[in-house]
């Protein structure tokens, strides 16, 4: 990824953007780049790019324990949501990767979740829900299972349905 963007940097007005992205991509995905500077990064883009944000949101979120893994998907699922909830690629791309995303957490670390057999059914449950419900429905349960409180905003997210 983070060459293609190097590639697209050639032929574009804005070399230096594509040639951003590529450091942020070729950062996040660098295992020994720590959790931290991916989230002091990701903040550093808050005004400039919500894409180069969420990419090293993304990169944080597979280098932490899964109280931090969800606090970082609260904090960018609704930046998310308002970009591409109405496109094929939230429904086929975001929303399975957070799916399988808990599944794997669910079963490589089951003593951080109070009911990690039925966190797991409840989340391959979310299958049939509609993809604005899916999301929801699932994290709300990763909080349950957790044991984390949302914040106001996190809440008032998770109990939003557009």
Not at 34 to 58: R, T
Not at 65 to 94: C, H, N
Not at 111 to 130: C, H, M, N, S, V
């Amino acid at each position: 990824m983070a060459a293609r963007c190097r590639e697209l940097a050639q032929g574009t007005d804005s070399p230096g953007m594509w040639n951003q992205a590529s450091d942020v991509m070729a950062r996040a995905f660098n295992p020994s780049i720590l959790m931290d500077e991916l989230k002091d990064l990701g903040e550093q883009f808050v005004s400039i790019s919500a894409s180069l944000q969420i990419i090293c949101y993304l990169g944080a979120m597979l280098r932490t324990r899964p109280e931090r893994s969800l606090k970082i998907q609260l904090t960018i699922m609704p930046l998310l949501e308002s970009r591409f909830g109405d496109e094929g690629a939230y429904r086929r791309v975001i929303v399975p990767f957070l799916r399988r995303f808990w599944q794997n957490k669910l079963k490589q670390s089951p003593f951080y979740f109070r009911l990690p057999q039925q966190t797991l059914q409840l989340i391959k449950g979310t299958e049939i829900d509609a993809v604005q419900f899916a999301i929801r429905n699932l994290m709300t349960e990763v909080c349950r299972s957790l044991g984390y409180t949302p914040d106001t905003e996190e809440r008032n997210w998770l109990n939003s349905f557009e």
